[in-house]
C-alpha cells in the first residue's frame, strides 16, 4: 500500500509524518540557524521555530532530527577530506618511497662495482708495480687533503660556470650515489613522520640529507629556506652582497654567512657562499650553494677576527611541486667545518653528521612543517593564537643566548675577567644597541642613564649523564640550582642601600606556576611562562608577595633523539609580553658529545635504530638504553645576563661570579645524582652506597616480620643483590619519613617512575601532597596501627605524581621499617599495579 503524503501550509512534504521533505527555503533557514548553533537544545529548538515563520508547521522533534542529520552529514565530511588528504600524502610519500627505492639500488650497483674493482687491485698488486685505477675506491673512506687546483675565474662567466657545476654535484648528491647514505639513527618514515633522514658515511666533512613533504607551495617554500637566520638557530647573520640574474631565469647571490659557536671553548664559523636558484626542465624549483674560495677576478671576503672560515661544500634544496598541493624536498647540507680548529673533546660537534642533521637539515624541514600547520588551520593549538609572534620570541630568546655566549666585540662586549679555577668568563656590554629598549627603572624609580650588561659563563664537561634528563630535571626542580635572590635581582637590579647585592643562597622558594605557550608540532620545542611566587630582596619585597615572570624556551627534552642538544632559556619579562619586550636571556645548553661517535656507520644504525624503538618512561635508565648513553659525555654550557647600573660593575661581577660557581656545583650535584651508576643504575640516596644496601636489607627484614612472607625474589646473596632486587621491583616501594609531615627519603625506580621525579627531588615531596582526600583520610585512620601493628593494607585509589598527573593504584600496603635494634627507622609504601590515568 502506498503511504499517503500531503503538503502542508508552510510548503513541507510530510509522508505520514515519518519525514519531511523540507522546501529550498527552509533549508536555507535551517542552514543558517545551523551555523549558529550546530547543537541546540530543546528549548533553543522551540525558540528557533517561534522566531522563524517559515518553520512554524514542523514539529521540533522533526528539527531534532535534521540537525542530528545535519550533523552527521558534517562528520561525514571532514571524514572524507580527512581521508582524501591521508590518501594524497600516502600517495607522495610512496612516490617517494619508490625514488628512494630506486637512489638505494643504484648505490648498492654502485658499492658491489666498487667492491670488484677492489678485489681486482687487491689480486693485482705487485710489489714492483702499483695498479692506480681503482685508487680512488681504495680511498673512499677516508679524508684526502684538498687538491691544489688553480684559482676559478669568479667573473660574472665563471660564477655561472661554478654554478651550474654546483647545480650538476647538488643533484647527485640529493638524488644520486654521489655520497654513500645511511639512515639517521632512530628516524622511521612514514606519513606523519617529518621525513626520510640520513647521514653520509665516509664522505670528506660531514653531511645530511632529508627528504619529505610540507604543505606549502614550491616559491614560498624557497623563500622560508633562504631566509635561513629565520629558521637555523645557529645563524647570526647572512648578507646578500650581489646578486646576478642569469640567461635561464635564475639567479646567482654572493653571500656571507657567519654561525655562533655552540659553546665559550669553540670559535665562530663563518662561510663566503655562492647561491644558485634555477627551475629544471621537470619544473622543480632548486636552490643550491657552495663556498667560494680559491677564486680571482671577483670579489672576496677577506678572514674576519674572532671566526675560523668553514667551507660548505655543493648543498641545497630540491623543491618538487606534489599532486593536489603542496611540495617533495629533498634538502642536503654538506659542510667541512674545521674541526682541527676546536679542543679535541669539542670535535664530535663538527665532524658528527647526525648532529648537522638535527641542527641544520632537520630544523629546516620542522620550520617548513610548523609554517605549513599555521596556514593550514588558522587556529592551531600548536602555537597559540599568534603563531608568528611567538616563534619570533622563541627566536630572539635563543640568539640572545647565543650573543651572552660568543660575546661578539661588533656587539660590544669586551673581557672583564676569567678564573682559571673554574674558567667562569665576565664580559661587559655598554653599547647603546644592546642596551636600546631596556628601560630598566631602579629603586628610586627614575630609570638609569648609565646601564650596562654584564654576563657571566663557563663550560663544563659532565660524565655519562643524559642531557634530555638533566634539563629536565633543571626546568622541574628551579630550587636545586637557582636563587631567588638572585632571581629578584634579574627582574629588577636595584641599587646598593638597604638591600644589598644578593649574596648567598636565601633557600626559601615560593611557588611555581607554569603557563605554557606554544609547542612546535613534534614537541621539540616548548615556549611558556614561569610565575616564581614570591621572589624579592628586600623584606617589604617579602611581605608584598612580588611574583615574577620569566619568558621559557625549553628544547630538547626526548631522551630517544640522537644527537640532539638541549637547551632551557629564559628571560624576565613584564606581565604584558609585548612582541618587542626587551630580552636578555640567560641558561643552559647541554650538548652530547659522544652518543654520535661512529654514527655514520651502517653496522651502528642498524644498533642505535633497534635501542631506540624501547619506550622509556619517565627516569627510567634502561639497560638498552646504554647502549646510546653508556659512558657517553656532555658539554653543559651556562651563561646569565645582569643589567646594572655602572658604577655598580665590581659588587655585580662578584656576584655573578659566585652565582655561577654556586650553579657549577649544583648541575654537577644533580648529573652525579642523575647518571647511570657501575651498580647496575642504582645511587646511593642517602649519601654512600653501604647505606643504601643496609636500608634495602631492613625494609625487606620489617616486610617479612609484620606480613610473614618475602617481599624480593633475590637471586644470590648479600646485601648488593636485595638492593638490586628492590630497585628493580616492578611495584613502586617509597620510604618516607616519621615525622608530622612525612617527606620521602627513598624510593626503587618505579617509584620514581610514579612520581615522576628523581633520588635528588625526591626529598622535597610529601606524603600527603601525592595523595588525594579520601587516599589522606584513609591513611590518617591507618597510621595508628601501622605504628601498633607495624604494617595495613590500603584499599586502591588515586595518587598524584610531582608533575601533576593522577596515578591510579590498585592496592597499598604499608608498614614500619625498623634497624637492627628495633628502632623505627621510616615508614614503607609499596603502590600495587600503578599506572597513569
Not at 636563587?483 to 649574596?503: E, F, M, R, T
Not at 653501604?690 to 625487606?700: D, G, K, N, Q, Y
Request: proline letters at 5%.
Amino acid at each position: 500500500m502506498m503511504a499517503m503524503t500531503c503538503k502542508d501550509g508552510k510548503g513541507a512534504i510530510t509522508d505520514n509524518g515519518k519525514y519531511v521533505r523540507y522546501t529550498p527555503e527552509q533549508v536555507e533557514a535551517l542552514e543558517r540557524l545551523y551555523h549558529e548553533c550546530p547543537k541546540p537544545t530543546s528549548l533553543r529548538r522551540q525558540q528557533l521555530i517561534r522566531e522563524c515563520p517559515i518553520l512554524s508547521n514542523i514539529e521540533p522533534k522533526q528539527i531534532k532530527v535534521w540537525f542530528q542529520n545535519r550533523r552527521c552529514r558534517e562528520k561525514q565530511r571532514k571524514e572524507a577530506s580527512r581521508l582524501q588528504s591521508v590518501n594524497r600524502k600516502l600517495s607522495a610519500m610512496n612516490k617517494l618511497l619508490m625514488e628512494e627505492n630506486d637512489r638505494l639500488q643504484k648505490q648498492v650497483s654502485h658499492l658491489v662495482y666498487e667492491n670488484g674493482c677492489f678485489r681486482q687491485h687487491s689480486q693485482n698488486t705487485t710489489p714492483a708495480t702499483k695498479d692506480t685505477s681503482c685508487e680512488s675506491v681504495v680511498t673512499s673512506g677516508q679524508r684526502q687533503s684538498t687538491p691544489q687546483h688553480p684559482p676559478r675565474d669568479a667573473s660574472p662567466a665563471g660564477l655561472l660556470s661554478i654554478a651550474e657545476e654546483t647545480l650538476t654535484e647538488f643533484l647527485s648528491k640529493a638524488t644520486g650515489t654521489a655520497v654513500e647514505w645511511v639512515q639517521m639513527p632512530g628516524m622511521k618514515p612514514g606519513p606523519d613522520s617529518i621525513g626520510i633522514v640520513a647521514i653520509s658515511h665516509g664522505c670528506t666533512g660531514v653531511a645530511a640529507r632529508a627528504c619529505g613533504l610540507v604543505g606549502l607551495e614550491p616559491t614560498r617554500v624557497a623563500e622560508i629556506l633562504k631566509d635561513r637566520s629565520s629558521w637555523y638557530r645557529d645563524c647570526r647573520a647572512v648578507d646578500v652582497l650581489d646578486v646576478l640574474p642569469t640567461a635561464n631565469g635564475g639567479t646567482i647571490e654572493l653571500l656571507y654567512m657567519q654561525l655562533y659557536a655552540p659553546t665559550t671553548l669553540a670559535t665562530a664559523r663563518d662561510f663566503w657562499l655562492l647561491r644558485y636558484t634555477s627551475v629544471t626542465e621537470d619544473g622543480s624549483l632548486v636552490v643550491c650553494e657552495r663556498s667560494l674560495s680559491n677564486t680571482q677576478n671577483g670579489p672576496s671576503i677577506p678572514s674576519v677576527p674572532n671566526f675560523v672560515r668553514a667551507e660548505m661544500l655543493p648543498s641545497g634544496y630540491l623543491i618538487r611541486p606534489c599532486e593536489g598541493g603542496g611540495s617533495i624536498i629533498h634538502i642536503v647540507d654538506h659542510m667541512n667545518l674545521e674541526a682541527w680548529s676546536v679542543p679535541e673533546v669539542l670535535c664530535p660537534l663538527y665532524d658528527s653528521p647526525t648532529v648537522l642533521a638535527q641542527k641544520t637539515t632537520m630544523m629546516a624541514l620542522r620550520q617548513l612543517r610548523q609554517i605549513a600547520q599555521e596556514v593550514s588551520q588558522a587556529s592551531t593549538p600548536n602555537w597559540g593564537r599568534r603563531p608568528a609572534a611567538l616563534r619570533a620570541l622563541s627566536q630572539r630568546l635563543s640568539r640572545g643566548f647565543n650573543e651572552a655566549v660568543n660575546g661578539f666585540t661588533d656587539e660590544g662586549w669586551s673581557l672583564l675577567g676569567t678564573d682559571g679555577i673554574d674558567d667562569v668568563t665576565i664580559l661587559v656590554n655598554s653599547s647603546t644597541e644592546k642596551l636600546m629598549g631596556l628601560n630598566l627603572s631602579f629603586s628610586n624609580g627614575y630609570p638609569s642613564v648609565n646601564t650596562s650588561v654584564l654576563c657571566a659563563k663557563a663550560s663544563m664537561l659532565l660524565q655519562n649523564v643524559p642531557p634530555a634528563l638533566l634539563l629536565r630535571f633543571l626546568r622541574e626542580h628551579r630550587s636545586e640550582w637557582a636563587d631567588n635572590n638572585v632571581d629578584a635581582y634579574l627582574a629588577a637590579p636595584i641599587k646598593l642601600g638597604p638591600c644589598s647585592l644578593p649574596g648567598t643562597r636565601a633557600g626559601n622558594f615560593g611557588g611555581q606556576v607554569s603557563l605554557p605557550l606554544a609547542h612546535t608540532i613534534e614537541h621539540e620545542e616548548l615556549l611558556e611562562v614561569i610565575k616564581l611566587e614570591g621572589v624579592g630582596l628586600c623584606l617589604e619585597d617579602a611581605l608584598m608577595g612580588r611574583d615574577m615572570l620569566l619568558l621559557q624556551l625549553c628544547s630538547g627534552t626526548d631522551e630517544k633523539a640522537v644527537g640532539m642538544c638541549s637547551e632551557l632559556i629564559f628571560a624576565p619579562v613584564d606581565a604584558s609580553l609585548a612582541d618587542e619586550a626587551p630580552l636578555l636571556p640567560s641558561g643552559f645548553r647541554i650538548i652530547p658529545l659522544d652518543s654520535c661517535k661512529g654514527d655514520s656507520s651502517p653496522n651502528r644504525t642498524l644498533d642505535l635504530a633497534s635501542a631506540l624503538e624501547v619506550q622509556g618512561s619517565g627516569n627510567k635508565l634502561s639497560g638498552e638504553r646504554d647502549v646510546i648513553i653508556g659512558g657517553a659525555r656532555s658539554m653543559v654550557t651556562i651563561a646569565f645576563q645582569f643589567a646594572f647600573e655602572s658604577h655598580m660593575q665590581e659588587s655585580v661581577s662578584a656576584m655573578a661570579h659566585q652565582y655561577v660557581r654556586s650553579i657549577i656545583s649544583s648541575v654537577q650535584r644533580v648529573a652525579s645524582a642523575l647518571s647511570p651508576s657501575p651498580n647496575g643504575g642504582i645511587h646511593a640516596p642517602l649519601g654512600n652506597l653501604f647505606e643504601a644496601h643496609t636500608l634495602a636489607r631492613w625494609i625487606s627484614n620489617s616486610y617479612r616480620c609484620y606480613l610473614g612472607v618475602e617481599l624480593l625474589k633475590v637471586v644470590g646473596e648479600g646485601s648488593d643483590s636485595i638492593l638490586k632486587s628492590m630497585w628493580h621491583h616492578s611495584d613502586a616501594i617509597l620510604c618516607c619519613s616519621m615525622k608530622a609531615m612525612p617527606v620521602f627519603t627513598f624510593a626503587n625506580q618505579a617509584g620514581l617512575d610514579m612520581l615522576e621525579t628523581t633520588l635528588v627531588a625526591l626529598q622535597d615531596i610529601s606524603l600527603e601532597k601525592i595523595l588525594d582526600e579520601n587516599g589522606r583520610k584513609g591513611l590518617c585512620s591507618e597510621f595508628p596501627q601501622i605504628i601498633q601493628q607495624g604494617f595495613a593494607c590500603l584499599q586502591g585509589g588515586i595518587c598524584v605524581s610531582s608533575m601533576g598527573k593522577p596515578v591510579s593504584y590498585e592496592r597499598a600496603v604499608a608498614w614500619k621499617v625498623v634497624n637492627e635494634e628495633d628502632h623505627a627507622h621510616c615508614i614503607c609504601f609499596m603502590f600495587i599495579n600503578w599506572s597513569f590515568v
